[in-house]
């Protein structure tokens, strides 16, 4: 049987695979294994912070695991709409013993997820999300009388995480003109909010969400109507977020786009320079562009690398008390200032860094020389059998044949999706396609 949680949380389909009844049962489950140290040590209401995304069907899943939390006789803060950064934020904040949030992320709009911290505003090991898995399968206590949950709404959420934001981020972004994407995601008041009162001039793009605009040719994953913004406003820099605001990815005057390894590079040497970058090291991934390593290891900073996915990144971060990582992709962790990926977070600091230096985005990206990366999504009906098929072994090792040692390919099952991701890095962009192409064919056969 299937592992219930993947890379980020349990995703689905909203009311088919992801159903109300999923999401009462993972609450339910979830407070007799997170917050029984509170019943146990303090015999009290275990209290949960509850947010989501603008989805429609986030609507009906707050619903339902907020009833779960009660009846299993836990306080349910709802927070409302809010990135996932500030649920992770706001469990510390508010001293709660876990938090949960409601999003799908990136991925499109019909998709829903529900995502677990702990206590601290962590994101939970392996070994406790198969815990709670498992207790979902056994009965759990009812509570009767004064001993069951309540519903607790927080009208200072939002403030609460703003003024976190502007003190992590700093401020002094006067004179700058910021176009900001929000993706009709959860970032479409706040992320505006907190660049304004950081002192940016903001023009705020796709920040209407309507429960079923989420990501809809916008966002960190559609960043053409970014790119044409910015050249229409004549802004210093572009930044776009996806559905949960844990990413950012940055488009420069010239409407070129800024990476999250480039956004890696610029923080790692601002941090580098005045002395912040514990042990030199910066923590990436896989995917990371074989351009950032070199650029790197021209400043004297060592690259710790991961597998794919921002949990790794953390726990790499952990061990380690390094101060960044973060993916291409743009997940960006300062432990620092957060537990988790902040996309406004990142956005603050890498346009302070613009206005500190009084250098174009464009100029400061350039440190780092990016080596031509081609990446094909194949849709499977299994990932896991398909990746590990003998005739994809077989292309993967002739592609690396042909790269010689110039480049590399790296074939994943997808971590939330029933994709295999192949990605092809040569010394030109039509080697890189041909190869990805040829290996996404195979893959597509199996």
Do not use: W
């Not at 940016?200 to 969400?209: D, G, M, N, Q």
Request: proline letters at 3%; charged letters at 20%.
């Amino acid at each position: 049987m299937a592992r219930l949680f993947g890379t980020d949380g349990v995703r689905g389909r909203a009311n088919d695979q992801l159903t109300a009844e999923l999401a009462l049962g993972l609450a339910s489950a979830a407070v007799g294994v997170l917050g029984a140290d509170a019943v146990a040590a303090d015999h009290r209401r275990p209290r949960v912070v509850v947010g989501r995304d603008p989805r429609a069907s986030g609507e009906l899943l707050e619903a339902a695991l907020c009833a779960g939390l009660a009846a299993a006789g836990a306080d349910a803060i709802r927070v409302g709409v809010v990135p996932t950064p500030a649920v992770a934020f706001l469990t510390a904040d508010y001293a709660a013993d876990f938090g949960v949030m409601i999003s799908a992320s990136h991925n499109p709009m019909p998709d829903n997820g529900i995502k677990f911290f702990g206590v601290g505003g962590h994101k939970l090991d392996d070994a406790t999300e198969d815990a709670i898995e498992a207790a979902m399968s056994g009965d759990q206590p009812r509570p009767v009388g004064a001993a069951v949950g309540r519903l607790i709404d927080a009208p200072d959420a939002v403030h609460r995480y703003l003024d976190h934001l502007v003190a992590s981020g700093g401020d002094h972004l006067e004179g700058l003109t910021i176009v900001v994407d929000c993706a009709n995601g959860a970032a479409s008041h706040i992320g505006p909010r907190a660049y304004e009162s950081a002192g940016a001039r903001v023009i705020a793009i796709h920040a209407e969400p309507d429960g079923l605009n989420i990501n809809d040719g916008c966002g960190s994953t559609h960043l053409g109507n970014l790119q044409a913004a910015v050249l229409e406003h004549g802004a210093d820099l572009g930044l776009a977020h996806d559905g949960d605001a844990d990413r950012c990815l940055a488009v420069d005057s010239t409407g070129a786009v800024v990476d999250g390894d480039q956004i890696m590079a610029i923080l790692a040497l601002a941090m580098h320079e005045r002395g912040a970058l514990k042990d030199n090291v910066l923590v990436a991934t896989v995917m990371s562009n074989l351009g950032l390593h070199l650029a790197m290891e021209a400043a004297g900073i060592e690259i710790t690398v991961t597998g794919v996915g921002d949990r790794y990144v953390l726990e790499e971060l952990r061990a380690g008390q390094y101060s960044l990582g973060g993916e291409q992709s743009g997940h960006i962790v300062i432990p620092s200032a957060g537990t988790t990926g902040d996309g406004v977070l990142t956005g603050l600091l890498l346009a302070r860094r613009v206005a500190e230096t009084g250098t174009r985005l464009a100029d400061l990206a350039a440190v780092m020389n990016i080596l031509p990366q081609v990446l094909i999504n194949v849709p499977v009906s299994d990932k896991h059998e398909v990746a590990q098929a003998a005739s994809v072994s077989d292309a993967v090792a002739q592609a690396q044949t042909q790269l010689q040692g110039t480049g590399r390919i790296l074939l994943r099952p997808s971590g939330t999706e029933q994709l295999v991701r192949v990605m092809v890095e040569a010394t030109t962009a039509a080697d890189a396609q041909s190869i990805a192409e040829h290996v996404a064919k195979v893959v597509a056969a199996v």
